[in-house]
């Protein structure tokens, strides 16, 4: 039976619907394998760098132990027989590698730790390895890990992490001379020391600049016993994470009142979680100086081993990070240098690391010249050239190469210290603490006041630099890199400060070495910490300058924690009110005091935010002193026969 003509519409109408429905409709059924929208990136990119001037290799030398270390090589176009530099970083090899997009090496490693001038001008293959457990690279990271032995277990350290890459390279970089030196600032300066422990063979120069040395006595994490907890986000970001993803926080725009609401250091650890961090629960558990630090001390561990390899080491006078360092390790191995050809010392009027910068000023002083330019052109390029190159002259660089601060000259000399080339001797010479706040070359006279006195607040410590303090990192500005060279007139005029001030130099005064406090005074608490600040007083006005009148420069500053005084390995409470000895030796200095300048000095008991404050109250560890522990002190500065307090200068005399 055929439909009716009105039905066969219908139907024909319906139809026409469900059809336009399903084409409209998305599909009900599982998509074929294959037919998702493909990625637009491939699995493997394939770089075109025919038009680059280096070659660019990253590869994973396999240490001794089996782990891998992630190790970026670039060697220049054309390269035959070139010598290699190393650097071994816990600071991301890669990125210092690629610091701009560039066709050209030299553009690619301006930065950290890379001499650039020295690299591409001197034709140099460069080789920069991330250290074992840190970016690109296996295995566990510790904080300067130790040698093998008492505080290391395990058969590698930095010396056989060293070892076995250098052995990698010259076997694996035709392009290489089979010639290495390893150079490199701070914690990337430390490392080129532990080079020099069982070297290979093809080590031929080592070149530590800034190195980390000492940690308690006056690098990175103390300073005879004070703690710099400024370092703290140091510590929390280097450890917490394998790339330095985890970032330090805070609530505050100025450092100082951070730390102060916090109470102690050890409660600001516990506040941002870093009792999970290896290095920090180290740090708490060795605040004195016990075997745990002697036995990792560089200078210590570099006295008890043959010298193999020349070195030359880098120094800034105002090195606000690692200012102990370098010229410790000097004084450990010069005596085995009998032929005074293999120990070098270079030192400059920078910051930490300015060597590889312009260095034609450090905050408002001015050197007329870029310090750091002829470092590395007219010392660090030919020294590297001597010992890497086949054929290369003598470098003719001196024993000791140090720029003279005050008069702007750099120095050739023969030893440190020294002073001068010939026809002069460093003899100590003491400056006194007198009467009437007066800095002096006499000894205080019987009948005058016998002490200036000041009370220290831990309520209000004494800040370590005008505020705001900003943290301790090379941002916009770099201000934490220059505090060393602040204007110290603000901690002059405080009252909790003493100052001591001497008439204006007739003559120049030249120190080199390091000064020495020997500072006699008494609190009435059971701990104090004391800060010592030797500082050049600029005339009134200064022609030319006019912004530098009056200008109070740090020469040498350190700080000096009260329970240290019997031992360093052990402390104990202060005698309240009675009279004890702090000797200790200020950073090293080479420096001329115009005439019409003055000296001064200036005692204090808290560096704040930078060490963490002292309570003034006796406690078993202060990382853990509660807020009831801190404590106003009355502190007494001694000037009087017999309990004289005084500096000792290193003066540069002639014969």
Request: with cysteine.
């Amino acid at each position: 039976m055929r439909p009716h003509p009105a039905s066969s519409f219908r139907l024909i109408l319906l139809c026409a619907v469900v059809l336009a429905c399903a084409r409209l409709a998305p599909a009900q059924t599982a998509a074929a394998p294959g037919s998702a929208l493909p990625s637009e990136t491939p699995a493997h990119f394939e770089q075109k760098t025919d038009s680059f001037d280096y070659q660019r290799r990253d590869v994973m030398i396999p240490m001794r132990d089996g782990i891998k270390l992630h190790t970026v090589i670039l060697v220049p176009r054309g390269a035959k027989n070139a010598p290699i530099l190393l650097t071994r970083t816990p600071y991301d090899a890669t990125a210092l590698t690629t610091h701009a997009h560039s066709s050209h090496l030299g553009p690619s490693l301006w930065g950290y730790d890379n001499a650039t001038e020295v690299v591409v001008e001197g034709g140099y293959i460069r080789v920069v390895q991330d250290v074992r457990g840190k970016y690109g690279s296996e295995g566990d990271y510790v904080m300067n890990r130790p040698l093998h032995g008492p505080l290391n277990p395990t058969p590698v350290d930095h010396a056989t992490d060293t070892y076995d890459p250098i052995d990698w390279l010259v076997k694996n970089v035709p392009e290489s001379n089979g010639r290495v030196g390893i150079l490199g600032i701070s914690y990337d300066g430390f490392l080129p020391l532990m080079a020099l422990i069982n070297p290979h063979p093809a080590l031929k120069v080592s070149v530590p600049m800034n190195p980390m040395v000492d940690g308690w006595m006056g690098d990175d994490w103390f300073h005879n016993g004070a703690f710099r907890q400024q370092n703290l986000p140091y510590i929390y970001e280097q450890e917490a994470s394998r790339k330095n993803e985890i970032r330090w926080w805070s609530g505050y725009f100025d450092d100082y009142d951070l730390y102060m609401q916090a109470g102690s250091a050890g409660e600001l650890g516990r506040q941002h979680g870093l009792e999970q961090v290896g290095f920090w629960r180290k740090l708490l558990e060795h605040p004195s100086y016990d075997a745990w630090w002697r036995e990792q001390a560089m200078d210590k561990l570099l006295a008890g081993q043959p010298l193999k390899v020349p070195v030359m080491l880098v120094h800034s006078l105002w090195d606000q990070e690692d200012i102990y360092g370098a010229p410790a390790v000097y004084r450990a191995i010069k005596p085995k240098d009998t032929g005074n050809d293999k120990v070098f010392l270079v030192m400059g009027p920078w910051h930490h690391g300015q060597e590889i910068l312009n260095g034609s000023s450090l905050g408002a002083l001015q050197f007329n010249s870029d310090t750091g330019l002829y470092f590395r052109r007219e010392i660090l390029r030919p020294f590297l050239d001597q010992y890497l190159k086949e054929g290369a002259p003598s470098s003719g660089v001196a024993p000791v190469t140090a720029f003279e601060t005050g008069s702007n000259t750099w120095r050739r000399l023969p030893a440190w210290p020294a002073g001068c080339a010939s026809g002069c001797a460093v003899r100590p010479k003491p400056l006194y603490l007198s009467a009437g706040h007066k800095l002096d070359y006499a000894a205080p006279k019987a009948g005058e006041a016998e002490f200036a006195e000041y009370v220290s607040d831990p309520a209000k410590p004494v800040p370590f630099r005008s505020r705001p303090n900003h943290p301790t990192d090379y941002g916009e500005g770099h201000l934490w890199a220059r505090w060393l060279v602040d204007d110290q007139r603000e901690a002059s005029g405080r009252t909790d400060v003493a100052t001591f001030v001497s008439d204006a130099l007739p003559a120049p005064v030249k120190i080199s070495g390091q000064p020495v406090a020997n500072l006699v005074a008494s609190t009435s608490g059971t701990d104090s910490d004391w800060v010592v600040k030797l500082i050049d007083v600029y005339p009134d006005e200064v022609a030319g300058q006019p912004e530098m009148g009056g200008y109070q420069l740090m020469v040498a500053a350190d700080i000096f924690r009260g329970r240290y005084c019997e031992s360093l390995e052990t402390s104990h409470p202060i005698a309240p009110n009675q009279p004890l000895l702090y000797k200790f030796a200020l950073p090293t200095a080479n420096h001329v005091f115009l005439p019409g300048h003055r000296m001064m000095v200036q005692v204090q008991s808290a560096w704040f935010p930078l060490y963490d404050r002292n309570p003034q109250k006796f406690v078993p560890n202060i990382f853990w002193a509660k807020p009831g522990d801190y404590q106003k002190a009355v502190q007494r500065v001694y000037h009087a026969p017999g309990h004289a307090s005084f500096i000792e200068l290193p003066v540069v005399e002639a014969e």
